[in-house]
């Protein structure tokens, strides 16, 4: 891993891939640095940001000194999010992935979700599940507008549209579940950590 200073205020970690993304992050909750108030993992980094007054030396020091296990993820619960499998690019997934459309419902809710990393959008979790035939590429090209709730693949991950938006995402369904929600505490129903059982509504 690489370390490096982010400000005053950060650490920043850079690692090889996701996989020692997540295992990071499940050292870090399991042995917190001291002086560390929040860990924001993203593809290939997790940035800690600082108390104040925390020695970012010592901090790094710290992080050295972990050591993650290989597969190891993060644990922040489970959750099951009820999806209606009826997305226009369900096809054209199947044809991607050799599987019929009932395969690819299958497929997708047998795995193990879990939340690597947010962004995009606020509410917006990159879920990394254990079934690689559900790796299939982003749309040639991207739609102006896609509804809140819409379930998607692209590339290993699994995401659920927030909010209406632009996107370039294969659509495999729906879901009415609030993913983003400014009346709950915290307003995210994904974050990193979490893990998720998405199931047929």
């Known amino acids: 891993m690489r370390i490096l200073n982010c400000g005053d205020t950060g650490v ?14 499940a050292a870090l909750a399991e042995e917190p640095p001291p002086g560390v108030s929040e860990a924001v993992p993203a593809a290939r980094t997790v940035l800690l940001r600082l108390e104040p007054g925390a020695d970012p030396a010592a901090v790094a020091s710290s992080v050295r000194a972990l050591r993650p296990s290989p597969g ?4 922040s619960g489970e959750i099951e999010i009820p999806v209606h499998y009826d997305g226009e690019d369900l096809a054209d997934i199947a044809a991607h992935t050799g599987l ?3 395969e690819v419902v299958s497929a997708h809710t047998a795995a193990l979700w879990t939340v690597a990393f947010c962004g995009f959008a606020p509410g917006f979790g990159y879920l990394v599940g254990d079934d690689p035939r559900l790796h299939v590429p982003r749309r040639a090209e991207a739609r ?15 995401g659920v549209y927030p909010r209406s938006s632009p996107g370039g995402w294969q659509l495999l369904g729906r879901t009415d579940a609030r993913i983003w929600d400014l009346d709950r505490d915290p307003p995210g129903l994904l974050r990193p950590g979490t893990r ?4 047929a509504a």
Request: charged share 20%; net charge negative; glycine share 4%.
């Open 12 to 25: 920043l970690v850079e690692v090889a891939d996701l996989d020692q993304v997540l295992a990071l992050q």
């Open 72 to 75: 190891h993820r993060p644990d």
């Open 100 to 102: 019929s459309r009932n």
């Open 144 to 158: 102006t507008r896609v509804p809140a709730g819409s379930v998607a693949l692209a590339g290993e991950f699994t």
């Open 196 to 199: 998720v059982r998405f199931i």
